[in-house]
Protein backbone atom coordinates (compact mmCIF):
# COMPACT_ATOMS: atom_id res chain seq x y z
CA UNK A 1 0.00 0.00 0.00
CA UNK A 2 1.19 3.74 -0.70
CA UNK A 3 1.66 5.72 2.62
CA UNK A 4 4.60 7.65 4.26
CA UNK A 5 7.11 5.09 6.56
CA UNK A 6 8.55 7.14 9.29
CA UNK A 7 11.32 5.24 11.29
CA UNK A 8 12.80 4.73 14.30
CA UNK A 9 9.13 5.08 16.07
CA UNK A 10 11.19 5.91 19.19
CA UNK A 11 14.13 6.91 19.73
CA UNK A 12 16.44 7.94 22.74
CA UNK A 13 19.39 10.28 22.44
CA UNK A 14 22.26 11.09 24.56
CA UNK A 15 23.37 15.16 25.06
CA UNK A 16 25.82 16.08 22.23
CA UNK A 17 24.59 13.26 19.76
CA UNK A 18 22.95 13.77 16.15
CA UNK A 19 20.46 11.55 15.12
CA UNK A 20 18.73 10.89 12.07
CA UNK A 21 14.71 10.34 11.72
CA UNK A 22 13.89 8.67 8.63
CA UNK A 23 11.25 9.39 6.24
CA UNK A 24 10.40 7.55 2.87
CA UNK A 25 7.43 7.63 0.32
CA UNK A 26 6.55 5.86 -2.03
CA UNK A 27 3.12 8.29 -3.15
CA UNK A 28 5.62 9.79 -5.96
CA UNK A 29 5.03 12.60 -4.09
CA UNK A 30 7.40 15.59 -4.95
CA UNK A 31 7.24 18.16 -2.25
CA UNK A 32 7.56 16.34 1.32
CA UNK A 33 8.00 18.56 4.65
CA UNK A 34 9.46 17.99 8.53
CA UNK A 35 6.93 19.13 11.56
CA UNK A 36 7.77 19.32 14.97
CA UNK A 37 5.20 18.77 18.11
CA UNK A 38 5.71 19.34 21.24
CA UNK A 39 2.86 18.41 23.50
CA UNK A 40 -0.43 20.20 23.43
CA UNK A 41 0.94 21.95 20.88
CA UNK A 42 0.46 22.86 16.93
CA UNK A 43 2.83 21.71 14.21
CA UNK A 44 5.93 23.71 13.82
CA UNK A 45 7.89 23.65 9.79
CA UNK A 46 11.03 22.90 10.18
CA UNK A 47 12.22 22.16 6.34
CA UNK A 48 10.56 20.90 3.10
CA UNK A 49 11.50 20.43 -0.23
CA UNK A 50 9.47 20.95 -3.29
CA UNK A 51 11.66 18.80 -5.68
CA UNK A 52 14.92 16.42 -5.14
CA UNK A 53 18.09 18.73 -4.64
CA UNK A 54 16.52 21.40 -3.34
CA UNK A 55 15.03 22.45 0.46
CA UNK A 56 14.13 25.64 2.14
CA UNK A 57 14.23 26.70 5.83
CA UNK A 58 10.61 26.64 7.88
CA UNK A 59 10.04 28.23 11.16
CA UNK A 60 12.16 26.54 13.34
CA UNK A 61 14.99 25.16 11.34
CA UNK A 62 17.75 26.14 13.71
CA UNK A 63 19.61 23.00 15.27
CA UNK A 64 18.43 20.71 12.13
CA UNK A 65 19.68 19.47 8.57
CA UNK A 66 18.22 18.01 5.73
CA UNK A 67 19.04 16.32 2.63
CA UNK A 68 16.79 15.43 -0.94
CA UNK A 69 18.83 13.06 -2.47
CA UNK A 70 15.75 10.94 -3.81
CA UNK A 71 12.21 11.57 -4.51
CA UNK A 72 10.89 9.26 -2.21
CA UNK A 73 13.01 10.25 0.80
CA UNK A 74 13.35 12.99 2.85
CA UNK A 75 15.54 12.57 6.37
CA UNK A 76 16.14 14.75 9.10
CA UNK A 77 19.06 15.15 11.19
CA UNK A 78 18.72 16.30 14.79
CA UNK A 79 21.84 17.89 15.58
CA UNK A 80 23.67 18.44 19.32
CA UNK A 81 23.16 22.56 18.25
CA UNK A 82 19.45 21.79 18.85
CA UNK A 83 18.89 22.92 22.32
CA UNK A 84 15.81 21.18 23.19
CA UNK A 85 14.78 18.50 20.73
CA UNK A 86 12.70 16.38 22.56
CA UNK A 87 9.37 15.76 20.88
CA UNK A 88 7.01 14.12 18.07
CA UNK A 89 8.44 14.78 14.86
CA UNK A 90 6.62 14.87 12.23
CA UNK A 91 6.95 13.62 8.00
CA UNK A 92 4.31 14.48 5.05
CA UNK A 93 4.39 14.74 1.75
CA UNK A 94 2.03 16.22 -1.09
CA UNK A 95 1.99 16.43 -4.81
CA UNK A 96 2.88 19.51 -6.34
CA UNK A 97 0.06 21.40 -7.78
CA UNK A 98 -0.94 25.33 -9.17
CA UNK A 99 -3.42 27.46 -7.37
CA UNK A 100 -2.06 26.15 -3.75
CA UNK A 101 -0.67 23.45 -1.33
CA UNK A 102 -2.82 20.23 -1.59
CA UNK A 103 -4.12 17.67 1.24
CA UNK A 104 -0.82 16.51 3.03
CA UNK A 105 -0.67 12.97 3.64
CA UNK A 106 1.68 12.14 7.10
CA UNK A 107 3.75 9.41 8.25
CA UNK A 108 2.60 8.15 11.81
CA UNK A 109 5.62 9.99 13.92
CA UNK A 110 9.02 9.49 15.06
CA UNK A 111 8.94 10.41 18.90
CA UNK A 112 12.84 11.76 20.27
CA UNK A 113 13.72 12.05 24.03
CA UNK A 114 16.72 13.50 24.90
CA UNK A 115 18.14 11.68 28.49
CA UNK B 1 2.62 34.27 15.86
CA UNK B 2 0.65 31.49 14.44
CA UNK B 3 -1.50 32.10 11.05
CA UNK B 4 -4.11 29.93 11.78
CA UNK B 5 -5.61 29.93 15.50
CA UNK B 6 -8.48 27.83 16.93
CA UNK B 7 -11.31 28.14 19.38
CA UNK B 8 -12.11 26.44 21.69
CA UNK B 9 -8.69 24.82 22.98
CA UNK B 10 -10.89 22.02 24.56
CA UNK B 11 -14.45 21.01 24.03
CA UNK B 12 -16.20 17.74 25.39
CA UNK B 13 -19.35 17.08 24.59
CA UNK B 14 -21.76 13.79 25.00
CA UNK B 15 -22.54 11.58 22.39
CA UNK B 16 -25.06 12.85 20.07
CA UNK B 17 -24.34 16.03 19.71
CA UNK B 18 -22.75 18.46 17.57
CA UNK B 19 -19.27 20.02 18.06
CA UNK B 20 -18.01 23.34 16.61
CA UNK B 21 -14.54 24.30 16.25
CA UNK B 22 -13.31 27.62 14.67
CA UNK B 23 -10.17 28.51 13.00
CA UNK B 24 -8.82 32.42 12.23
CA UNK B 25 -6.06 33.12 10.05
CA UNK B 26 -4.53 36.42 9.66
CA UNK B 27 -3.39 36.93 5.80
CA UNK B 28 -4.63 35.84 2.12
CA UNK B 29 -4.82 32.35 1.64
CA UNK B 30 -5.19 29.95 -1.05
CA UNK B 31 -7.20 26.93 0.46
CA UNK B 32 -8.09 25.95 4.26
CA UNK B 33 -7.92 22.52 5.71
CA UNK B 34 -8.98 20.27 8.72
CA UNK B 35 -7.04 17.52 10.06
CA UNK B 36 -7.12 15.10 12.86
CA UNK B 37 -4.57 13.63 14.81
CA UNK B 38 -5.45 10.82 17.71
CA UNK B 39 -3.17 10.78 20.57
CA UNK B 40 0.51 9.53 19.54
CA UNK B 41 -0.36 9.47 16.00
CA UNK B 42 0.42 11.19 12.39
CA UNK B 43 -2.61 14.09 11.02
CA UNK B 44 -5.20 12.81 9.20
CA UNK B 45 -6.76 14.79 6.32
CA UNK B 46 -10.30 15.95 6.37
CA UNK B 47 -11.60 18.66 4.11
CA UNK B 48 -9.83 21.24 2.07
CA UNK B 49 -11.63 24.12 0.78
CA UNK B 50 -10.54 26.59 -1.40
CA UNK B 51 -10.63 30.73 -1.24
CA UNK B 52 -13.48 30.84 -3.66
CA UNK B 53 -15.89 28.59 -1.93
CA UNK B 54 -17.82 28.90 1.26
CA UNK B 55 -19.16 25.84 2.29
CA UNK B 56 -18.17 22.26 1.87
CA UNK B 57 -19.61 18.13 3.50
CA UNK B 58 -17.97 15.29 4.16
CA UNK B 59 -20.40 12.49 5.96
CA UNK B 60 -20.76 14.38 9.18
CA UNK B 61 -18.30 17.05 8.43
CA UNK B 62 -19.31 20.77 7.48
CA UNK B 63 -16.90 23.58 6.86
CA UNK B 64 -17.68 26.72 6.00
CA UNK B 65 -15.25 29.24 4.94
CA UNK B 66 -15.65 33.27 5.49
CA UNK B 67 -12.58 35.02 4.02
CA UNK B 68 -14.22 38.50 4.73
CA UNK B 69 -13.48 37.65 8.41
CA UNK B 70 -10.47 35.39 7.83
CA UNK B 71 -12.09 32.40 9.80
CA UNK B 72 -13.42 29.29 9.34
CA UNK B 73 -15.78 26.62 11.50
CA UNK B 74 -15.57 22.75 11.24
CA UNK B 75 -18.78 21.23 12.42
CA UNK B 76 -19.23 17.30 13.55
CA UNK B 77 -22.79 16.50 13.49
CA UNK B 78 -24.04 13.37 15.70
CA UNK B 79 -20.82 13.00 17.18
CA UNK B 80 -19.43 9.38 18.53
CA UNK B 81 -16.80 8.78 20.99
CA UNK B 82 -14.62 7.71 18.27
CA UNK B 83 -14.33 10.99 16.99
CA UNK B 84 -12.74 12.16 20.22
CA UNK B 85 -9.38 13.42 18.99
CA UNK B 86 -7.16 16.76 18.08
CA UNK B 87 -8.36 18.99 15.25
CA UNK B 88 -6.25 21.24 13.34
CA UNK B 89 -6.88 23.98 10.85
CA UNK B 90 -3.83 24.59 8.31
CA UNK B 91 -3.69 27.37 5.97
CA UNK B 92 -2.37 27.74 2.61
CA UNK B 93 -0.96 31.33 2.07
CA UNK B 94 -1.21 33.06 -1.11
CA UNK B 95 2.61 33.73 -0.98
CA UNK B 96 4.10 29.89 0.23
CA UNK B 97 4.01 26.55 -0.62
CA UNK B 98 3.62 25.30 3.14
CA UNK B 99 0.75 24.63 5.03
CA UNK B 100 0.74 26.28 8.69
CA UNK B 101 -0.75 24.95 11.55
CA UNK B 102 -2.74 26.11 14.22
CA UNK B 103 -2.32 24.97 17.70
CA UNK B 104 -5.39 22.74 17.58
CA UNK B 105 -8.78 21.31 19.29
CA UNK B 106 -8.81 19.08 21.78
CA UNK B 107 -12.62 17.13 21.56
CA UNK B 108 -13.72 14.43 24.00
CA UNK B 109 -16.96 13.07 23.06
CA UNK B 110 -18.16 11.27 26.55
CA UNK B 111 -20.28 7.78 25.57
Known amino acids: DGGITQSPKYLFRKEGQNVTLSCEQNLNHDAMYWYRQDPGQGLRLIYYSQIVNDFQKGDIAEGYSVSREKKESFPLTVTSAQKNPTAFYLC??????????????FGEGSRLTVL | SQQGEEDPQALSIQEGENATMNCSYK?????LQWYRQNSGRGLVHLILIRSNEREKHSGRLRVTLDTSKKSSSLLITASRAADTASYFCATDIRSGSRLTFGEGTQLTVNP
Open chain 1, 92 to 105: ASTQRASGGTGELF
Open chain 2, 27 to 31: TSINN
